[in-house]
């Protein structure tokens, strides 16, 4: 009775997932674009990329497509992130729709980052999958190349050495 009232039966419902985190750019630090999201399309969940020797650090910037604020017109998003292969677990929630990766050695990662609305939606990962090649002198070609330079060089001073014997053991004769 009276303005209010309140049902004590009702069951407080979980929140339903929240709209997936979107990848919006990758670039490197200097600030060099490598990829960028397409304009006017749904931005992939994953995305692949190949990462030249000279790319050791790069900027990874993320959203969320919901535009939820406080009272003082400020964000209420937050994300976390991680990068398999470098991260042993996410990273903290923050409010910063970015993260710097630096100094990356060579090989292959995945960077996974996730977002949490107000509600306290969390979305499903997106992925960005990215190799970091090796230097020109890493590589298996060069490798071959060298080891073949090692052994025209091994050759090259066993035949001189014989050739010098031989003309020895010629004179002596």
């Avoid at 985190?21 to 630090?29: I, N, Q």
């Avoid at 993320?62 to 939820?68: A, D, G, I, Q, V």
């Avoid at 604020?69 to 964000?75: A, E, M, N, P, Q």
């Amino acid at each position: 009775t009276g303005l209010v009232s309140f049902d004590f039966e009702r069951k407080a419902q979980r929140p339903a997932a929240g709209p997936a985190a979107t990848l919006r750019r990758v670039s490197t630090t200097d600030g060099t674009t490598l990829w960028i999201a397409p304009p006017f399309a749904a931005p992939p969940s994953s995305v692949a990329l190949t990462l030249a020797p000279a790319h050791r650090a790069v900027r990874i910037e993320f959203t969320l497509p919901s535009f939820e604020t406080d009272l003082l017109s400020r964000g209420k998003l937050q994300f976390r992130s991680r990068a398999a292969g470098l991260d042993r677990d996410w990273s903290p929630w923050s409010t910063e729709p970015q993260r710097d990766l630096t100094n990356l050695p060579d090989g292959a990662f995945v960077f996974e980052v996730e977002a949490r609305d107000a509600l306290g939606r969390t979305s499903s990962a997106s992925q960005l999958e990215f190799q970091v090649l090796p230097p020109w002198w890493r590589t298996t070609t060069a490798r071959v190349g060298w080891g073949a330079l090692g052994l025209a060089l091994v050759s090259g001073v066993v035949w001189g050495r014989t050739r010098t014997l031989r003309r020895r053991n010629a004179h002596l004769e």
